[in-house]
């Protein structure tokens, strides 16, 4: 999921969603190389991503695979991210219940 | 993703992960790192990259396809490793593959699809049966087929063929002697109903059977590329038979094949005439009915007709018979035999009646085949699970390891698949092989042989074959692995035997049942070939060697009188005992050894009321019994005088039957009106079939009808090329425009007529040869697989003083049980199988003590000779060598 939404910005090659998954989470996701290959190979073979070699945006000389999302993909997301919601709903109803209406006023 | 591009995806995940190293090695750079800790850094941060390679590829799925290469790649190798057991299995499999895959094109080329015209299952042929010939199937009379043609309902057409040969020369080029082509004269609805198109020009129709404009003809289309080379000018062309002007109207597309004289006879019990020409022309025939009989006139044509669809022959039958009863309610009494039913018919599918006697010949060779494939699937088996036992401990291994049963069944599978696959390869190059030398060297009489060539349906056929064999092959071994029980295996290792008990029965009967298909086979094969060897060596009451037959066939206008065709035969007899070196020349009405034909009855004239059987009438000249060497019994040999005086001379078992023990010396019969005196009697002779017992003969001088077709024989010594260069010389020195349609020598004449025999007995022995070969194959190959696996016990036994006889014995004594077992059931099997074929025999009992005596004799030899090979192996086995071996 969390690579999913990377990609939502727009195609980046492997190195670059590490990166941004890794910043935006302040460092506390570290994604492993050992679980982001496998991870993007089957996403691919799942029809989310499609994979192009193509030059660099800064450097042209230089050529990485990169990663895009396809509408499949998209949808997927939107799924994910329903499930997820529900996911840490649920979560979240069970560690901080939420108090009854009438206790709030007192 | 497919296999191809699998290596473009390695390079790919290769690269990926290379750019994204850089990329983190350029970022500790830029931090400040020096470039080597740099990298060293970027790969600490990326963590195991070969690790990450392989659960990237764990991603990637694997095709059935690349398991599947994968497999066959493991069983070449293993196959590679025992290149004796690949080598039988695929010797095997070709033998079996090739045999069957030529048989089966022939079948499938003469059997199943003789017939290439639209919709051919509505062809029927339908015959007359009248009274007189026993209600005997023969051709009908032109007449009745007439009256079927306006009447019934239940055709779309009828029409009226048959099969002649003609001399054919191109029309402006007198010098040309005639060349003899099959010819079919027919109505002109012949192409409406087989709806045959032209290729060039047109085919005639209904308006050309009409007098004086039915000289046209339609070309087949060989005949148009011999005669024409293929020139569209052909049409419009004149050309002649015999002597008849003809114009080309229309040329038959090259698929088109129109069944010859021996294919479609009118009389059923006609021999097969060796040569017959392939029909070249076809031209309307314009009958004047009014001057045709309703009786008698059958056997020469043949009815043909187009069913309307939903149709069956059998109530088309029952029409016909129909129409026959109000037929002869309509006939004056005059008009021969008019009690009810004197006349039935019967309508018959074309493609039954073109295909005939040779069916159940070819049935049977069907049958053959399915006994070979099944010794070599019994061979490929028992190779098979010899294998499997001596890999038993390999895979019980790999089961104890965790392998997955399927995974080991699979993989024997994959074996039998490798093996099947260039064995059956290998089987289609032998078919292809095995046909050639069919069509080259066997003088067959089998319709339309000439085109048969190996077809798609026939490779798929050897090919459906090959994976049957695969899988029946392949089973019982990979089904016995998945009954084994890993810790036994491996425990029945260490007890260093090999092969329980159940596993060694299961072989024997396998070898039981390839000895039995074996001896059965050969046999029936010992049965034919001594059956051949009668028909070839019996008495046939006339001498073969060196004489030469020529046929003449004299055109019917030019030769229309008596008178001419008598000076004709005059003066090429004469011209014919002119030639250097002949002892005797003669003539005959009829070729010998080409069964019956002119049938008449005789009478004695004191004697009115006895009936006696219909006979044989030929004309024949003096000189005639001294060429052919028949033996005279008592009286005299025809005279020339014989021509006035009307003499005739009979056959022995004619003369009893008419006269008893009476001398019929000097008695007078009436033959079709006219009074003959007999002369002299001859003994009996085969002369119209080796394969029946001798016809009752009647021989006339020929001047007292001068026959249209004349066959002279000549005997001498001279060579058999120069003897026939003389003779068309002495013919066409009085008529160089007569068609000489073949000269032959009389023996090749006897050795055609026997062709059919001569070809299933080739077939039956090639066969026999082959299941010989196979079954040899299977004892060796068990045997050796025995003596391999039963290494150590044999050391034992060899350490403790077991002396190499006894070696000799235990290695025989396991083949000896099941081969005998199978060699009796067998020859009973055979005994069975021969009794329906015995029809096919000649002079042969199906119980012959010495053909079984042979074949089983023959068959122990070959079996000895398989098992002693691995018997020796055995004896010469070093006993410290073996213990040691693992």
């Not at chain 1, 190979?41 to 050529?63: F, I, S, Y």
């Not at chain 2, 004489?547 to 003449?552: P, T």
């Amino acid at each position: 999921m969390l690579v999913l939404r990377t990609l939502l910005f727009g195609p980046a090659h492997g190195h670059q969603i590490a990166k941004h998954i890794q910043r935006t989470t302040d460092d506390l996701l570290q994604i492993e190389h050992g679980s982001l290959y496998p991870a993007l190979h089957r996403l691919e073979r799942k029809g989310w991503l499609t994979a192009k070699w193509e030059p660099a945006v800064k450097d042209q000389k230089r050529e990485f695979k990169y990663y895009r999302l396809t509408p499949a993909g998209k949808k997927q997301l939107a799924v994910e991210e329903s499930k997820w919601k529900r996911m840490t709903g649920a979560i979240a109803q069970v560690m901080w219940p939420a108090p009854p209406d009438g206790q709030e006023e007192t | 993703m497919r296999w191809w591009r699998r290596r473009n995806r390695e390079q790919d995940l290769e690269r990926e992960l290379r750019s994204d190293l850089e990329l983190e090695a350029e970022e500790f750079r830029e931090r400040g790192l020096p470039p080597e800790e740099a990298e060293r850094a970027a790969r600490r941060a990326f963590g195991n990259v070969v690790l990450t390679k392989e659960e990237v590829r764990g991603m990637w799925r694997w095709s059935h396809w690349q398991i599947l290469m994968r497999d066959l790649r493991y069983a070449t190798r293993t196959l590679r490793k025992s290149p004796g057991y690949a080598a039988t299995a695929i010797l095997t499999l070709a033998l079996g593959i090739g045999a069957s895959t030529a048989v089966f094109t022939v079948v499938d080329s003469v059997i199943l699809k003789p017939l290439t015209y639209r919709d051919s299952g509505s062809l029927v042929v339908a015959w007359q049966r009248p009274r007189f010939l026993g209600f005997e199937p023969t051709g009908a009379n032109v007449r009745h087929v007439d009256a079927w043609r306006k009447r019934a309902t239940g055709f779309s057409g009828i029409t009226i063929m048959r099969n002649m040969s003609m001399g054919l020369t191109a029309d402006g080029n007198s010098s040309e002697h005639p060349r003899l082509v099959g010819v079919v004269p027919s109505f002109a609805n012949l192409f409406e109903v087989l709806q045959v198109r032209a290729l060039l020009g047109r085919t005639f129709v209904e308006a050309d059977g009409v007098k004086g404009r039915e000289n046209v003809a339609v070309l087949s289309y060989p005949l148009w590329q011999s005669l024409f080379h293929g020139d569209a000018k052909a049409i419009g062309q004149k050309i002649r038979l015999d002597d008849s002007p003809f114009e080309v109207i229309g040329v038959l597309p090259a698929n088109f094949h129109f069944p010859n004289a021996n294919a479609l006879r009118p009389s059923r019990s006609k021999q097969p005439v060796s040569g017959a020409p392939e029909p070249a022309v076809f031209f309307p025939v314009v009958f004047d009915l009014s001057q045709m009989e309703w009786n008698g006139g059958v056997g020469n044509w043949v009815a043909m007709g187009r069913l309307k669809p939903a149709v069956k022959p059998r109530q088309a039958e029952a029409q016909l018979n129909a129409i026959e009863e109000q037929i002869r309610q309509e006939l004056p009494a005059s008009q021969g035999d008019n009690r009810p039913g004197s006349t039935l018919t019967s309508v018959q599918p074309m493609r039954e009646a073109v295909v005939g006697d040779s069916r159940t010949g070819l049935v049977f060779l069907m049958g053959a085949v399915a006994g070979l494939m099944l010794i070599a699937c019994l061979n490929l088996a028992n190779a098979q699970l010899g294998r499997a036992l001596s890999r038993e401990r390999e895979s019980a291994v790999r089961a104890a390891l965790g392998a997955a049963k399927w995974r080991l069944v699979w993989n024997s599978l994959a074996e039998t698949s490798m093996l099947s696959l260039i064995g059956g390869a290998a089987g289609i190059l032998f078919a292809y092989v095995g046909l050639d030398l069919f069509r080259r060297y066997s003088p067959v009489d089998l319709p339309r042989l000439a085109e048969v060539r190996i077809n798609v349906t026939a490779l798929l056929f050897s090919l459906i074959v090959a994976v049957l064999a695969s899988v029946i092959s392949g089973l019982l071994p990979a089904l016995r692995m998945i009954s084994t029980d890993p810790q036994a295996a491996l425990q029945n290792s260490n007890h260093r035997t090999a092969g329980s008990r159940q596993s060694n029965w299961v072989r024997s009967w396998l070898i039981g049942l390839q000895v039995f298909g074996c001896t059965a086979l050969l046999l029936v094969t010992g049965l034919f070939s001594k059956s051949l060897l009668h028909l070839l060596r019996q008495d046939k009451g006339f001498q073969t060697g060196q004489l030469m037959v020529a046929e003449v066939k004299l055109a019917p206008r030019t030769y229309s009188t008596p008178e001419s065709r008598a000076a004709f035969e005059d003066a090429v007899i004469a011209n014919l005992r002119e030639i250097p070196g002949v002892q005797s020349a003669g003539l005959v009405s009829g070729m010998p050894l080409e069964g019956e034909s002119w049938i008449e009855s005789v009478q004695r004239l004191d004697r009115p009321n006895l009936e006696t059987p219909l006979i044989n009438f030929r004309w024949v000249s003096p000189g005639y019994f001294e060429a052919t060497g028949q033996r005279l019994v008592a009286g005299r040999f025809l005279e020339e005088r014989d021509g006035v005086v009307k003499g005739v001379v009979l056959s022995e078992s004619e003369a009893r039957s008419v006269w008893g023990s009476e001398s019929p010396i000097g008695g007078r019969v009436r033959i079709e009106g006219r009074t003959f005196t007999v002369v002299g009697v001859v003994a009996d002779s085969r002369n119209t079939s080796l394969k029946t017992p001798p016809a009752r003969m009647a021989y006339v001088h020929y001047q007292d009808r001068p026959p249209y077709s004349n066959y002279f024989l000549v005997r001498s010594n001279a060579s058999p090329g120069a003897l026939a260069a003389s003779m068309r010389q002495a013919i066409w020195k009085y008529a160089p425009n007569v068609t000489i349609a073949r000269v032959k020598m009389l023996d090749d004449q006897v050795a055609d007529s026997l062709s059919t025999e001569r070809f299933q007995t080739m077939v039956l022995i090639s066969f026999g040869a082959a299941a010989l070969l196979l079954a040899m194959l299977g004892i060796y190959g068990v045997l050796s697989y025995s003596v391999v696996t039963r290494k150590q016990e044999i050391g034992v036994r060899m350490a403790l003083g077991a002396s190499r006889g006894s070696v000799y014995g235990l290695t025989l004594a396991e083949a000896g049980a099941p081969v005998f077992a199978g060699l009796l059931t067998g020859l009973g099997a055979s005994l069975l199988a021969g009794r329906v074929v015995q029809k096919l025999l000649y002079g042969v009992q199906v119980m012959d003590l010495p053909v079984i005596l042979a074949v089983s004799g023959l068959f122990l030899c070959a079996a000895c000779v398989a098992a002693m090979l691995p018997a020796r192996r055995a004896a010469s086995l070093d006993p410290m060598d073996a213990l040691r071996s693992d």
